[in-house]
């Protein structure tokens, strides 16, 4: 049997000591029941709390992952990018690079291939002109040697003709004649 309080406080008033602790004990154990089942909701709703807090952290730090994750594959895309265009603007600045040091090598191998050639064309004509030079020396000292001789040639044997004329002169203007004025002659001719 059960009792409210107004009714332990009837029984108290009547006086009845075995009432009074029934009632005692009924409300105590209604005191522990509400006190166990408040100690049981606290219990469970703090397991639900620590549940939530323990999804909430694990998709927390899921989140945290999946956004380090990307920040570092970003990273890295962005690095490589950066890698690439680097290496790649290198490349092309060696091999402008590369480019001009050839071409300016060219230009000067050219140049001096021609100049090399200009120097031995005019090597060559300065040794065709040189040795056209000697030539026509040569060629001018031999036709005036050859005139020089010819002349003294030529005045040796007019001279030898003179001393020969002029000899053979004096020879007939110096030669006895006749009484007739005539020359004497022998069987061999003039005498």
């Known amino acids: 049997m059960s009792y409210r309080p107004a009714q332990v406080c009837e029984a108290h008033r009547a006086g009845n000591p075995v009432v009074v602790a029934a009632a005692t004990a009924a409300s105590a154990a209604v005191v ?20 939530v807090v323990v999804v909430a952290v694990a998709t927390a730090a899921s989140v945290e992952v999946v956004v380090v994750v990307v920040v570092v594959v970003v990273v ?7 890698v690439v ?19 300016v090598v060219v230009v000067v191998e ?20 040189a040795a056209a030079v000697v030539v026509v020396v040569v060629v ?18 007019a001279v030898v003709v003179v001393v020969v004329v002029i000899s053979g002169l004096k020879q007939h203007c110096c030669t006895p004649t006749n009484v007739n004025g005539l020359l004497n002659v022998d069987v061999d001719g003039w005498l």
């Not at 001018?140 to 044997?157: F, I, P």
């Open 76 to 82: 890295v895309v962005v690095v490589v990018v950066v």
């Open 32 to 51: 522990v029941v509400a006190v166990a089942t408040a100690v049981a909701v606290v219990a469970v709703a703090t397991a639900a709390s620590a549940a």
């Open 140 to 157: 001018v000292v031999v036709v005036v040697v050859v005139v020089v001789v010819v002349v003294v040639e030529v005045v040796v044997l």
């Open 110 to 129: 050219v140049v001096v291939v021609i100049v090399v050639v200009v120097a031995v064309v005019v090597v060559v004509v300065v040794v065709v002109v």
């Open 85 to 103: 265009v680097v290496v790649v603007v290198v490349i092309v600045i060696l091999v402008a690079v590369v480019v001009v040091v050839v071409t």
